[in-house]
């Protein structure tokens, strides 16, 4: 083979490799994104619930509102950071909250709770806190929820009179407007008191019933419902 074939072969490989490193660029840039494209649309669809590690956050006073999402993702009361007792958590929807002593509580239903209400300037709120509230607030309202002492039921006279102990303001106790029996069960439905005035604290209240006499009183468990902190099954006892 003559000088000229091989400088010409030797022309051609080149312009072949070239070509090839070109378009290998332009796929490399078409799978790698640039500094100026946007991020991932990251979603988190669980909000967050603060817990109050440690403290037992016993307060005398009434906490009522609906349970709400701030614009911070955080669990609200009335408007306000919700902090939960310890032990308490957010079911995995990230819809229905156990709170310690209570029921579950569905986020955006209205709630009566045992607890107690704090203003603090920004500076005092903890950082863990200060991540729920609006990058340019200069205070937070608190709203502890102490863990709930939970309602009751004992007998008064064995296979007679029984008593049951609920919680709420003293102004608006829980007052049962039904009671029903049948087998070894008694159900005993209370009015909702959350749409009325009622003073901000929270006390029990003893309330006594007769058996039914449809009930076995052998062993019996009481059903209550209509309270603010959910249906609650008790065994007297």
Known sequence: MSAARHRTAFVWTAIAIFI????????????????????????NDVPTL???QGADGRFGALVSGMVEVNDQDCLTVGGN???????????????????????????????????????????AVDEEHRACLSPDATSATIEAIAPGPGPSAK????????????????????TATEITGANDSVTITFSDASKRV??????????????????DATQVVVTLLGLNNGSQTLMLH
Do not use: M
């Open 20 to 43: 090839l490193g070109v378009l290998g660029a332009c796929r490399s840039d078409q799978n790698t994104p640039s500094a100026t494209d946007p991020a991932p649309d990251v979603t």
């Open 50 to 52: 603060l817990v109050n």
């Open 81 to 123: 950071l919700l902090i939960a007792p310890e032990g308490s958590f957010l079911h995995g929807d990230g819809k229905t909250l156990h709170l310690t002593g209570y029921e579950l509580v569905d986020v955006g239903n209205e709630v009566q709770l045992g607890g107690g209400q704090e203003d603090l300037p920004i500076e």
């Open 155 to 174: 007998w008064i006279d064995r296979g007679r009179t029984f008593a049951v102990v609920t919680h709420g303001s003293s102004s608006c106790p829980p």
């Open 198 to 215: 009622c003073t901000a604290d929270f006390a029990p209240t003893t309330q006594e019933f007769d058996l039914p006499s449809e009930t």
